[in-house]
Every structure is written in C-alpha cells, then in structure tokens.
C-alpha cells in the first residue's frame, strides 16, 4: 500500500468514525428529549428545560426539543405576575420560539404560542400582529379570530369607560355618550377597531355557527359601537343587536348543555 491509498484509508476511517459520533450524539440528544417529555407530562418542568436543553445541545437541529424547551418556559410563566423570574420565564419562552420559526418559518403553533404570550402580557399590538400572521398560515382557525375579536373589545371597553365617567354617566345610564366632541374623538380611535373585532367574530362564526363565546363578544362590540352613535334611536338599534346575540348566546349554550350526556346509568325496563 503507497503513501495515497494510506491517506485514502484514514480519511474514510475518520469519516465513518465522525458519523458513528454523531449517531451516538442523536441516540443522547433523543435519550434527553425522552425524559424530558415524562418530566413535561408530569408537571416537572424546569426538570423538563434541563433535559431539553441537553437534547439541544447535542443535536442542535432537532427542532421537536426545540418546541418543547419554548413550551416549557411558557408552561411556567405566570400571566399577570411581574416578578423578575416570571418576566424571564416570558423572554425565554418568546425566544425559543422565534428559534422554532428560523427553522420553520410556517409553523403556526409557534406564531399562536408567541400571540398567546403577548396576549397574557397584556401587549394588545403586538399580539394582533401574531395571531394575524398564524391566519395568514391557517385562516380556518376560529379560535384565532375569536381572540382578535376579545382583543378589540379590550382595547376599546376602557377608553368608553373612562369618557362616560368624565361626563358623569354611569354605566347603567342608556347612551350614546352626552358630549359631541367627546363622541367624534372616540369614534375616530375605537370604531375601527370595533368593526374589525365584529368582522372577525363574524369569521369565526361563519367556521363554527355554534361558537357560544364569539356570540357573547358580539354583543359586548355592539355595545361598544351604541355609545358611539349620533343619535338615541341607532344607540337603540345597536343595543338591541346586542340584547339578541345575548339571546342568541344563551340558546347556543342551552342546546349544547341538552346534548351533554347526562350523569346517571341507563336503566332497561323488563
């Protein structure tokens, strides 16, 4: 054997001995996601972080570790708390899963987890933004336009309240809002946010017509938009609208209720 072949030889030797490594490596990467997914069923989850940390770090493309390290940071953010740990949980959950898009820019659980994010921090904006692009991925997702609706809601319920405390109505008092100015000012910022998070009920209705919960928001938005009319008589109109999606809610749940099976055995006769 000349000096060439010799060469030959031990580079294919390492190769194959680079391949069996990184086999091995796989074998531990999947070994570490194992365990961590028993810690994640089972509740332990910064038990779970470690292991898939571990699976990462051993095989940095297996991007089924990757999702789960994101879910469970999320799993452990505490929406509404404001401590440092929590925000941390937070950042690390967002990050990981922004990780997951680089590797899947079409993976619409990662855009729903990030909205969700968003949405328990009370970031309105940037939630929007993220449950619209996970439409754009999947526009047959109800859940999705209910959520951009309850959002709209969110966004708007308070102004309106803040504007009839300040012209000393309270909010049992029928409408529209007393001052002009104050009306105009409010229907330039909150109608078009109303009428989108009507449309978007009106999406996820036309995907599940017994979707009791788009029903309530419905009527919740109508009321939004009555205080903003110019006149008693369409503030009446909306109003009414709303007295009937309250209806209309209540039956949906009524009929669901009466399809549930119900609690005690069949008994046959003899």
Request: charge should be positive.
């Amino acid at each position: 054997m000349n000096r060439k072949q010799a060469s030959v030889l031990l580079i294919a030797a390492l190769a194959v001995m680079s391949l069996a490594g990184l086999g091995c490596q796989k074998l531990k990467a999947r070994d570490e996601l194992n365990k961590g997914v028993r810690a994640f069923r089972n509740g332990a989850y910064p038990a779970a972080v470690e292991h898939f940390k571990t699976a990462i770090a051993l095989d940095p493309s297996y991007p089924v570790a990757r999702a789960y390290l994101a879910t469970s940071y999320m799993m452990q953010y505490i929406p509404g708390a404001e401590s440092e740990e929590n925000l941390r949980m937070a950042q690390a959950a967002h990050e990981e899963f922004l990780k997951v898009l680089e590797a899947d820019p079409k993976n619409v659980n990662a855009m729903l987890a990030i909205a969700q994010l968003y949405f328990n921090q009370k970031k309105l904006d940037e939630a929007e933004q993220w449950y619209k692009k996970a439409l754009e991925v999947n526009p047959n997702d109800k859940t999705a336009y209910y959520t951009l609706g309850v959002i709209a809601w969110t966004k708007t319920f308070q102004p309106r309240m803040k504007a009839r405390a300040e012209l000393g109505m309270r909010p049992e008092d029928p409408g529209p809002l007393r001052d002009r100015k104050v009306r105009e000012q409010l229907r330039k910022t909150n109608l078009p946010v109303i009428e989108a998070g009507m449309a978007a009920l009106e999406k996820a209705l036309a995907l599940d017509k017994e979707y009791d919960d788009a029903m309530a928001y419905m009527n919740l938005l109508y009321r939004e938009r009555a205080d903003l009319q110019d006149t008693v008589e369409e503030y009446k109109k909306d109003t009414e609208m709303a007295d009937k999606w309250v209806d209309r809610t209540l039956e949906t749940k009524k009929l669901k209720a009466s399809r549930m099976p119900s609690g005690g055995g069949i008994v046959s006769g003899q």
